[in-house]
């Protein structure tokens, strides 16, 4: 994988530590998966994300699978956004990204203190108790009540790893298709050399 991607590949196992994988999740040796199997499993985990956590976005299940793809290849929101063909779609992006369990670094230092955060949030104060004591919007608040609910899904549940696993088959697949053409080419050089010389 890119250096981007092992360092996405990192933050998620550091936010997903405790994650327990059961064996139907594990790698499976010696099924290397095409480029549409690679789709149709991503499509298959997003529709059971959200059909489990009630994700609801204008994104079809087909668009929040390409965020997925995306994300791993090191696309900002933005950049997801214009790939998906408009621009303006860069907030929707960034919350369906968060509903799949996608962290940036960013996402994970709030403006405020996270520890009095969640001692008022097990307290069951009000947003808007909350936005006061920690002196932030209660658009905030509700924004990483959010990513903090997500967080901690994502260490229960595991999609992330079952994400990184599929597209592992893909950057595989991509690198044999990579050898194998640069092989093909170097065939063609050298049998071309070689009739010359004959």
Known sequence: MSDRTDQLRDLVLKIGATTKVVEKQATRHGSLRGSG?????????????????????????????????????????????????????????????????LFRETDLKPPFDKDEFIRLAEANRSVKDMAEALRVAPSTISEYRNIF????????????????????????????????????????????????EA
């Open 149 to 196: 609910d997500s967080q901690k899904a994502s260490e229960r549940d595991g999609y992330t790893k079952r994400f990184l696993e599929i597209l592992s088959d893909q950057d595989v697949s991509e690198r044999m298709v990579t050898v194998h053409t640069e092989d093909g080419l170097q065939d063609t050089i050298d049998t071309d050399y070689e009739a010359a």
């Open 37 to 101: 199997e690679i789709e149709q499993a991503l499509l298959g985990v997003v529709r059971e994300m959200i059909k489990q956590y009630n994700i609801q976005t204008k994104l079809t299940p087909e668009q929040l699978s390409s965020v997925v793809r995306l994300f791993y290849k090191g696309l900002s929101d933005t950049e997801i956004a214009e790939q998906l063909g408009d621009r303006a779609l860069n907030k929707t992006v960034s919350r369906a990204r968060i509903k799949l369990h």
